[in-house]
C-alpha cells in the first residue's frame, strides 16, 4: 500500500518534499505549532531577552520550556508537578532535531489530560498487572512491525526495520534527579544510525503518564510521510531518508453539474417546433395554390 499522501487532498503544503521515513524529517524550525494546544486552552506565556519561552498551566501544575539558548541540545523541557513548589513529579525532554510534529502530538494529549484534572495528566504509570502498562507506549511501533532488541543488560528496546530508530526502555531502578536533567532517563526515543548518536532524540521519566507518551510513539510509527522544504533538510538527513517532490495541486474533479454542462455544449442546437411540418391522421393536405 502506498503511504504518501495524495497531494490533490492538501490544501496548504508547508513543504517541497515528503520525507520518508517520517522519523527521520527532523523539526521544522519553530515551535509555534507544538505551543499552539497549550495556549489554546489558557495556558500563561513568558519569555526572557534571550529568546527562551515558557508557558504555564494556570494552577503552576504543569510547567512547558522551550530553550533555544539552552546549555545544552534539550530545546523542549516539560515537567509535571504534584507539588507546583516542590520537585517535578514527571519529566520529558526533546532536544533541537526532534520533528516538531512528535513534540505536537504530546502537547496536544497534554492538553487533553490537563483539562480531564490531576489524575489524568499526573497518572502514573501502573507496575500492576504483570507491569504491562508502562510498555504499552512501544505498541505502536510493534503493530509497524519494529523488531525487539536487548542491547544491553537491563535494557529492553524496539528498532525500525531499517535500524534508523528506536526506543529504548530501561528497567531497575533509576536517580530521579538524572532522569531530569540528563538522557538517563526511563524511556529514551532515538532516529539515526545508533542511539549513541542520533540525529534527535527524546526522553521521559519513571512516572511520565503513558497516555502522553503513547501520543509520541503513534506519531513517530505512523508510516505516512512528513512535508518539508528540501533546503532546509540537511545533507546527512538525506543520505538516509526518500524524499519525494510535492507535486502541485491538480484540477479540482468535476461535478455532476459540471459534465451536464459539458455534455450539453455538444449538442446540437434544438430545432424550433414551428420549423418541421408535423403530419397526423387528422391533418388535412395543403391546399394547391393558384398558378402563375
Known sequence: MNSQPDPRLEIDIDGDVYVSPRYLASCTFTGDPALAPLLDIGWDLHHDDLGNVYVSAPDRHVRLRYLPEGEDGGLWRI?????????????????????TEFIQAFTTALA???EQGPDAYLARPDHRSNGREPFRAIDPFLKQGWT????RWGVFAVQAQDGLAGMEVTTGDLDPEAELTTREARWHLWAGKSADRPVWYATA?????????TAVTECVADPAPLPRWREETSSYIEGMAQLTPILPPGPPAPTPLDVQRAVSSRRPAALSATSVPRWSTTSRPALPGPRR
Open 112 to 114: 487533553t489530560a490537563y
Open 79 to 99: 515537567n509535571g508537578y504534584k507539588d507546583s513548589f516542590g520537585p517535578p513529579t514527571w519529566g520529558v525532554c526533546f532536544n533541537d532535531s526532534v520533528p
Open 148 to 151: 525487539i532488541d536487548h542491547p
Open 205 to 213: 521519566s519513571t512516572n511520565t503518564p503513558i497516555p502522553l507518551l
